[in-house]
């Protein structure tokens, strides 16, 4: 029995010897597992995939849904209700409660599923020996001994012990943070040989860049090093969002608050010898006004809409409060390969014949022209540039291939970008492979730095020998050089190292061509020796991963909402910059500065934030600077989202406020530390989700604007009832039934409110700005006293005409009712008119206020809704006089609204603020506490004493009213 299979510590892959492998694991190493057997250790070892976070199950997710302060106090208000008998009061708290706890638990349950649905889209498969059969299986049926077969383009399905290697290089960046392929080979190491030095292992969710390999697994699932690490970060705690801080904050400031006002209410009944229960009935009537119960449900159904939104636009959101906390983002880092670029290598430049051709297109995409001095040129006129472009296509083995979703690359993407660039001029594989075929060939070795092949040309019965590689390495083994005309001259190295130099200079990567002739007699074969001197320089192609086109405008989209944008790559410090500038990083007049890894290790802790903050492009960076950068930055005060695919980017995903994963290249582990998925892998759905959290932030301040009126109006008059000593002139169900209705039909069409155009040309919010900031907050006051005044008003008005307190209580809910409907126009944004916004842009604020009407109508008409909330039908007058005070409502917010904007526009401090900029480009950083300072100056000056006197007069009315 093998070590595996036993509790024996299990051996040192590394260090064992190629041929006891097998041994070791129990397996045929010619014909592999028979499929009964592979069963059977797949019952044993389980499969291999990661383990899951341990999440909550769906009795503790619904349990959850009642963890609120705001809930505790229904809650305990529902069950003293029912203690005092008053079951019809008591079932109505519990059944809003119950229908918050409902819609909660539906919405996590739908983000859960669409996480599950995604890893379940991103599985991968793995070639495997079965019964001396190479087929193909999902990876996650691989168990330990199973015979794996890997080539250029796949992801590694498990740790393997490499048994055979042609050339073989695997990408490990996502677990150890080395951006360079590692080769691999065959034989044993030392045992204490450190984990990134095992170079005759491959880890599980690394990537083959080039060659091809066949392992033998020996550790799966989270017994991976993966595996490993994803426990260790799966165990890490999490930040809380600013959301889920300052609705906790509000909602403890707001129990407290109601808590006192409740028994201050129950003191001053008391007092004036009212009996308890009464008493007790009135101050539970208050709590439950107080209370803002749709708030919950609300916030919760507003992020789940924007979770939808912005998988439509391909960004998987994982936590709900993640949604907001984007719009509140201050910096982007971002990954520079497949993120920042398109993760395809492009020629972009060829140096042939002493004339450098400028390559224009894209990408994988076998389109665009050559051009020579801005000018367009046809390749096949320049026979330099098509014996460099097919030296290119033949010395390669990789393949351009199309299939339904466009172009792309099998194979080395740096040989893939010299196959699109032959392919733009006419030339492809096959025909010149029938024309020119191969016979032998040279394999790139990392000691020589070139790769070579022999071709038979059939037209001129000649044999040629082409070589790519590094400048330095082809260079000196050329004696002479082509012309224009492809005629042999006087090699110059002096200008080819110019050229070279330039090229670099703006990011390109550049290889080097070469041409050796052998005549038809010689043998078909090449070796060093044929290739070490003697040879002909045919120029240079350099290439690059161009950027996205869309990343450019999402760039400058960050850059105009004072999202700075800084890039961590492991790249080269030039290509960074180059990159940087080519997406526009900074402003055409800011300096550009850069720092690799090696100058982050010299800066001093006390001055690292400092610097890293001015600091744009961080090249070279090692997986714990990261976590590094991350950590001063947020020290600054700023809300870091963080972008990332690896192993080694999951603490800085973690540490980040908004940690943002790549679903195609991004490893399990990543994923799981994330908060935001990534399905294009591109930072265009960075910006984009940016502006979505944005627009969900605006709709919930704007919920909130306009729910905490009625529960300031309603607490209002019955405290003023109590205090007077004077019936109540709303019920606790009356009150309930109120605030889920409105919450439910008249505010949650808020939570579709489109974005509003200026969203993206204004600086993110400061961390520290509550939700309501003053200037809300008094017009949240201001409606909630002219609701209050208004109903208190219209139920007095009824009792003076000796109507029933039935309808007198009727009347003054539909007060609210009513007067909500009409402010929730004015609250479809806070600072334009719903004429700016379009009438009719948003369909569900009608249908709402419709569907509201037609439930005031049942409310206020049928006979067992009377029963059950002890109302009674109103007549025409009661609903002119309460059509009479939403108007009144809606043209005091908007009178409010319009001087707000026209003062702010002619103050000039207002206006050199509300311009966000100052000569450099960049947004200020501290605009909501500038923008507040000042307009509350216009404040004081115009609206505030307006508004004070709309309410002050409102007010006035309702106590005339109530001495009358």
Known sequence: ??????????????????????????????????????????????????????????????????????????????FVTGFLKSWLDAGVIFGVVLVNAVIGFIQEMNALKAIAALAHALSVSAAVLRDGVRIVIAAEDLVPGDIVFLQSGDKVPADLRLLRSRELQIDESALTGESVPVEKQTEPLPSDTLLADRSNLAYSSTLVTYGAGVGIVIETGDRTEIGRINRLISEATELETPLTQKIAKFSEFLMWFIIGLAALTFVAGWLRGEAPIDTFIASVALAVAAI?????????ITLAI????????????????????????????????????????????????????????????PEGDFCLDQQAVKPANHETLIEILKAGLLCNDARLVEDAEGWHIEGNPTEGALLVAAHKAGLHHGPLQQTHPRLDAIPFESAYQFMATLHHNQASDTRHIY??????????????????????????????????????????????????????????????????????????????????????????????????????????????????????????????????????????????AEITDHTTVFARVAPEQKLRLVTALQSRGHIVAMTGDGVNDAPALRQANIGV??????????????????????????????????????????????????????????????????????????????????????????????????????????????????????????????????????????????????????????????????????????????FKLGLFSNLWVWGGIAAMMLAQVAFIYLPTMNWLFHTQALGYEEWLLTLAGGVAVYLVIGVEKFLRARLASADPQVKQVSGYRHEGGDLLAYRDSLIASQQALVYSRWALGFAVFAALLSVAT???VFLN
């Open 1 to 78: 029995m093998n070590n595996t299979m036993n509790n024996s510590p299990p051996p040192i892959w590394h260090h064992l010897p190629t041929e006891t492998l097998p041994e070791h694991l129990g397996v045929d190493a010619a014909s592999g597992f028979s499929e009964h057997e592979a069963a059977n250790r797949r019952e044993k070892f389980g499969l291999n995939r990661l383990t899951p976070k341990k999440g909550k199950s769906a009795i503790m997710l619904f349990l959850s849904q009642f963890h609120h302060s705001l809930i505790y106090i229904l809650l305990v208000s529902g």
């Open 292 to 300: 803002p119960e749709g708030l919950p449900v609300a916030v919760t």
């Open 306 to 365: 924007g979770v939808r939104r912005m998988a439509r636009r391909h960004a998987i959101i994982r936590k709900l409060p993640a949604v907001e906390t984007l719009g509140g983002t201050s910096i982007i880092c971002s990954d520079k390969t497949g993120t920042l670029t398109q993760n395809q290598m492009t020629v972009q430049a060829i140096y042939a014949g002493g004339a450098c051709f400028e390559v224009r297109g894209a990408g994988y995409s």
């Open 467 to 608: 070589l790519k590689g590094s400048v330095e390495s082809i260079l000196k083994r050329c004696a002479t050089a082509f012309d224009a005309d492809l005629n042999p001259v006087a090699l110059e190295p002096e200008s080819i190292q110019q050229q070279v130099s330039e090229l670099a200079a703006r990011g390109l990567r550049v290889l080097a061509f070469a041409r050796g002739e052998r005549a038809a007699e010689d043998t078909s074969q090449v070796n060093h020796e044929h290739v070490a001197e003697g040879l002909t320089f045919l120029g240079l192609q350099a290439m690059i991963d161009p950027p996205r086109p869309e990343v450019i405008d999402a760039v400058a989209h960050c850059r105009r909402a004072g999202i700075r944008v800084k890039m961590i790559t492991g790249d080269h410090i030039g290509t960074a910059i180059a990159i940087a500038k080519q997406i526009g990083l900074t402003g055409e007049n800011e300096p550009l500065l850069a720092l690799d890894g090696r100058a982050l290790a010299e800066i001093p802790d006390q001055d690292f």
């Open 661 to 834: 994963a790549m679903g195609i290249t991004g490893t399990e582990v990543s994923k799981e530390a994330a908060a935001m998925v990534l399905t294009d892998d591109n930072f265009a759905t960075i910006a984009a989700a940016v502006e979505e959290g944005r627009g969900v932030y605006d709709n919930l301040v704007k919920f909130i604007t306009w729910t905490l009126p009625t529960n300031i109006g309603q607490g209002l008059v019955i405290l003023i009832a109590v205090f007077a000593g004077i019936v109540l002139p709303i019920l606790p169900g009356q009150v309930l039934w109120l605030n889920m209705t409105t919450a439910v039909l008249l505010g949650l069409p808020l939570a579709f409110e489109t974005k509003e155009p200026d969203i993206m040309r204004l600086p993110p919010r400061q961390p520290e700005q509550p939700i309501l900031t003053g200037l809300l907050m008094f017009r949240t006051l201001l409606v909630g006293l002219m609701l209050a005044a208004c109903a208190f008003a219209l139920f007095e008005w009824e009792l003076m005409h000796d109507e029933p307190v039935e309808k007198a209580r009727t009347a003054a809910v539909n007060v609210f009712a009513v007067g909500q409907a009409f402010y929730l126009l004015n609250c479809r944004s806070l600072t334009h008119s719903m």
């Open 958 to 960: 309702a106590i005339l």
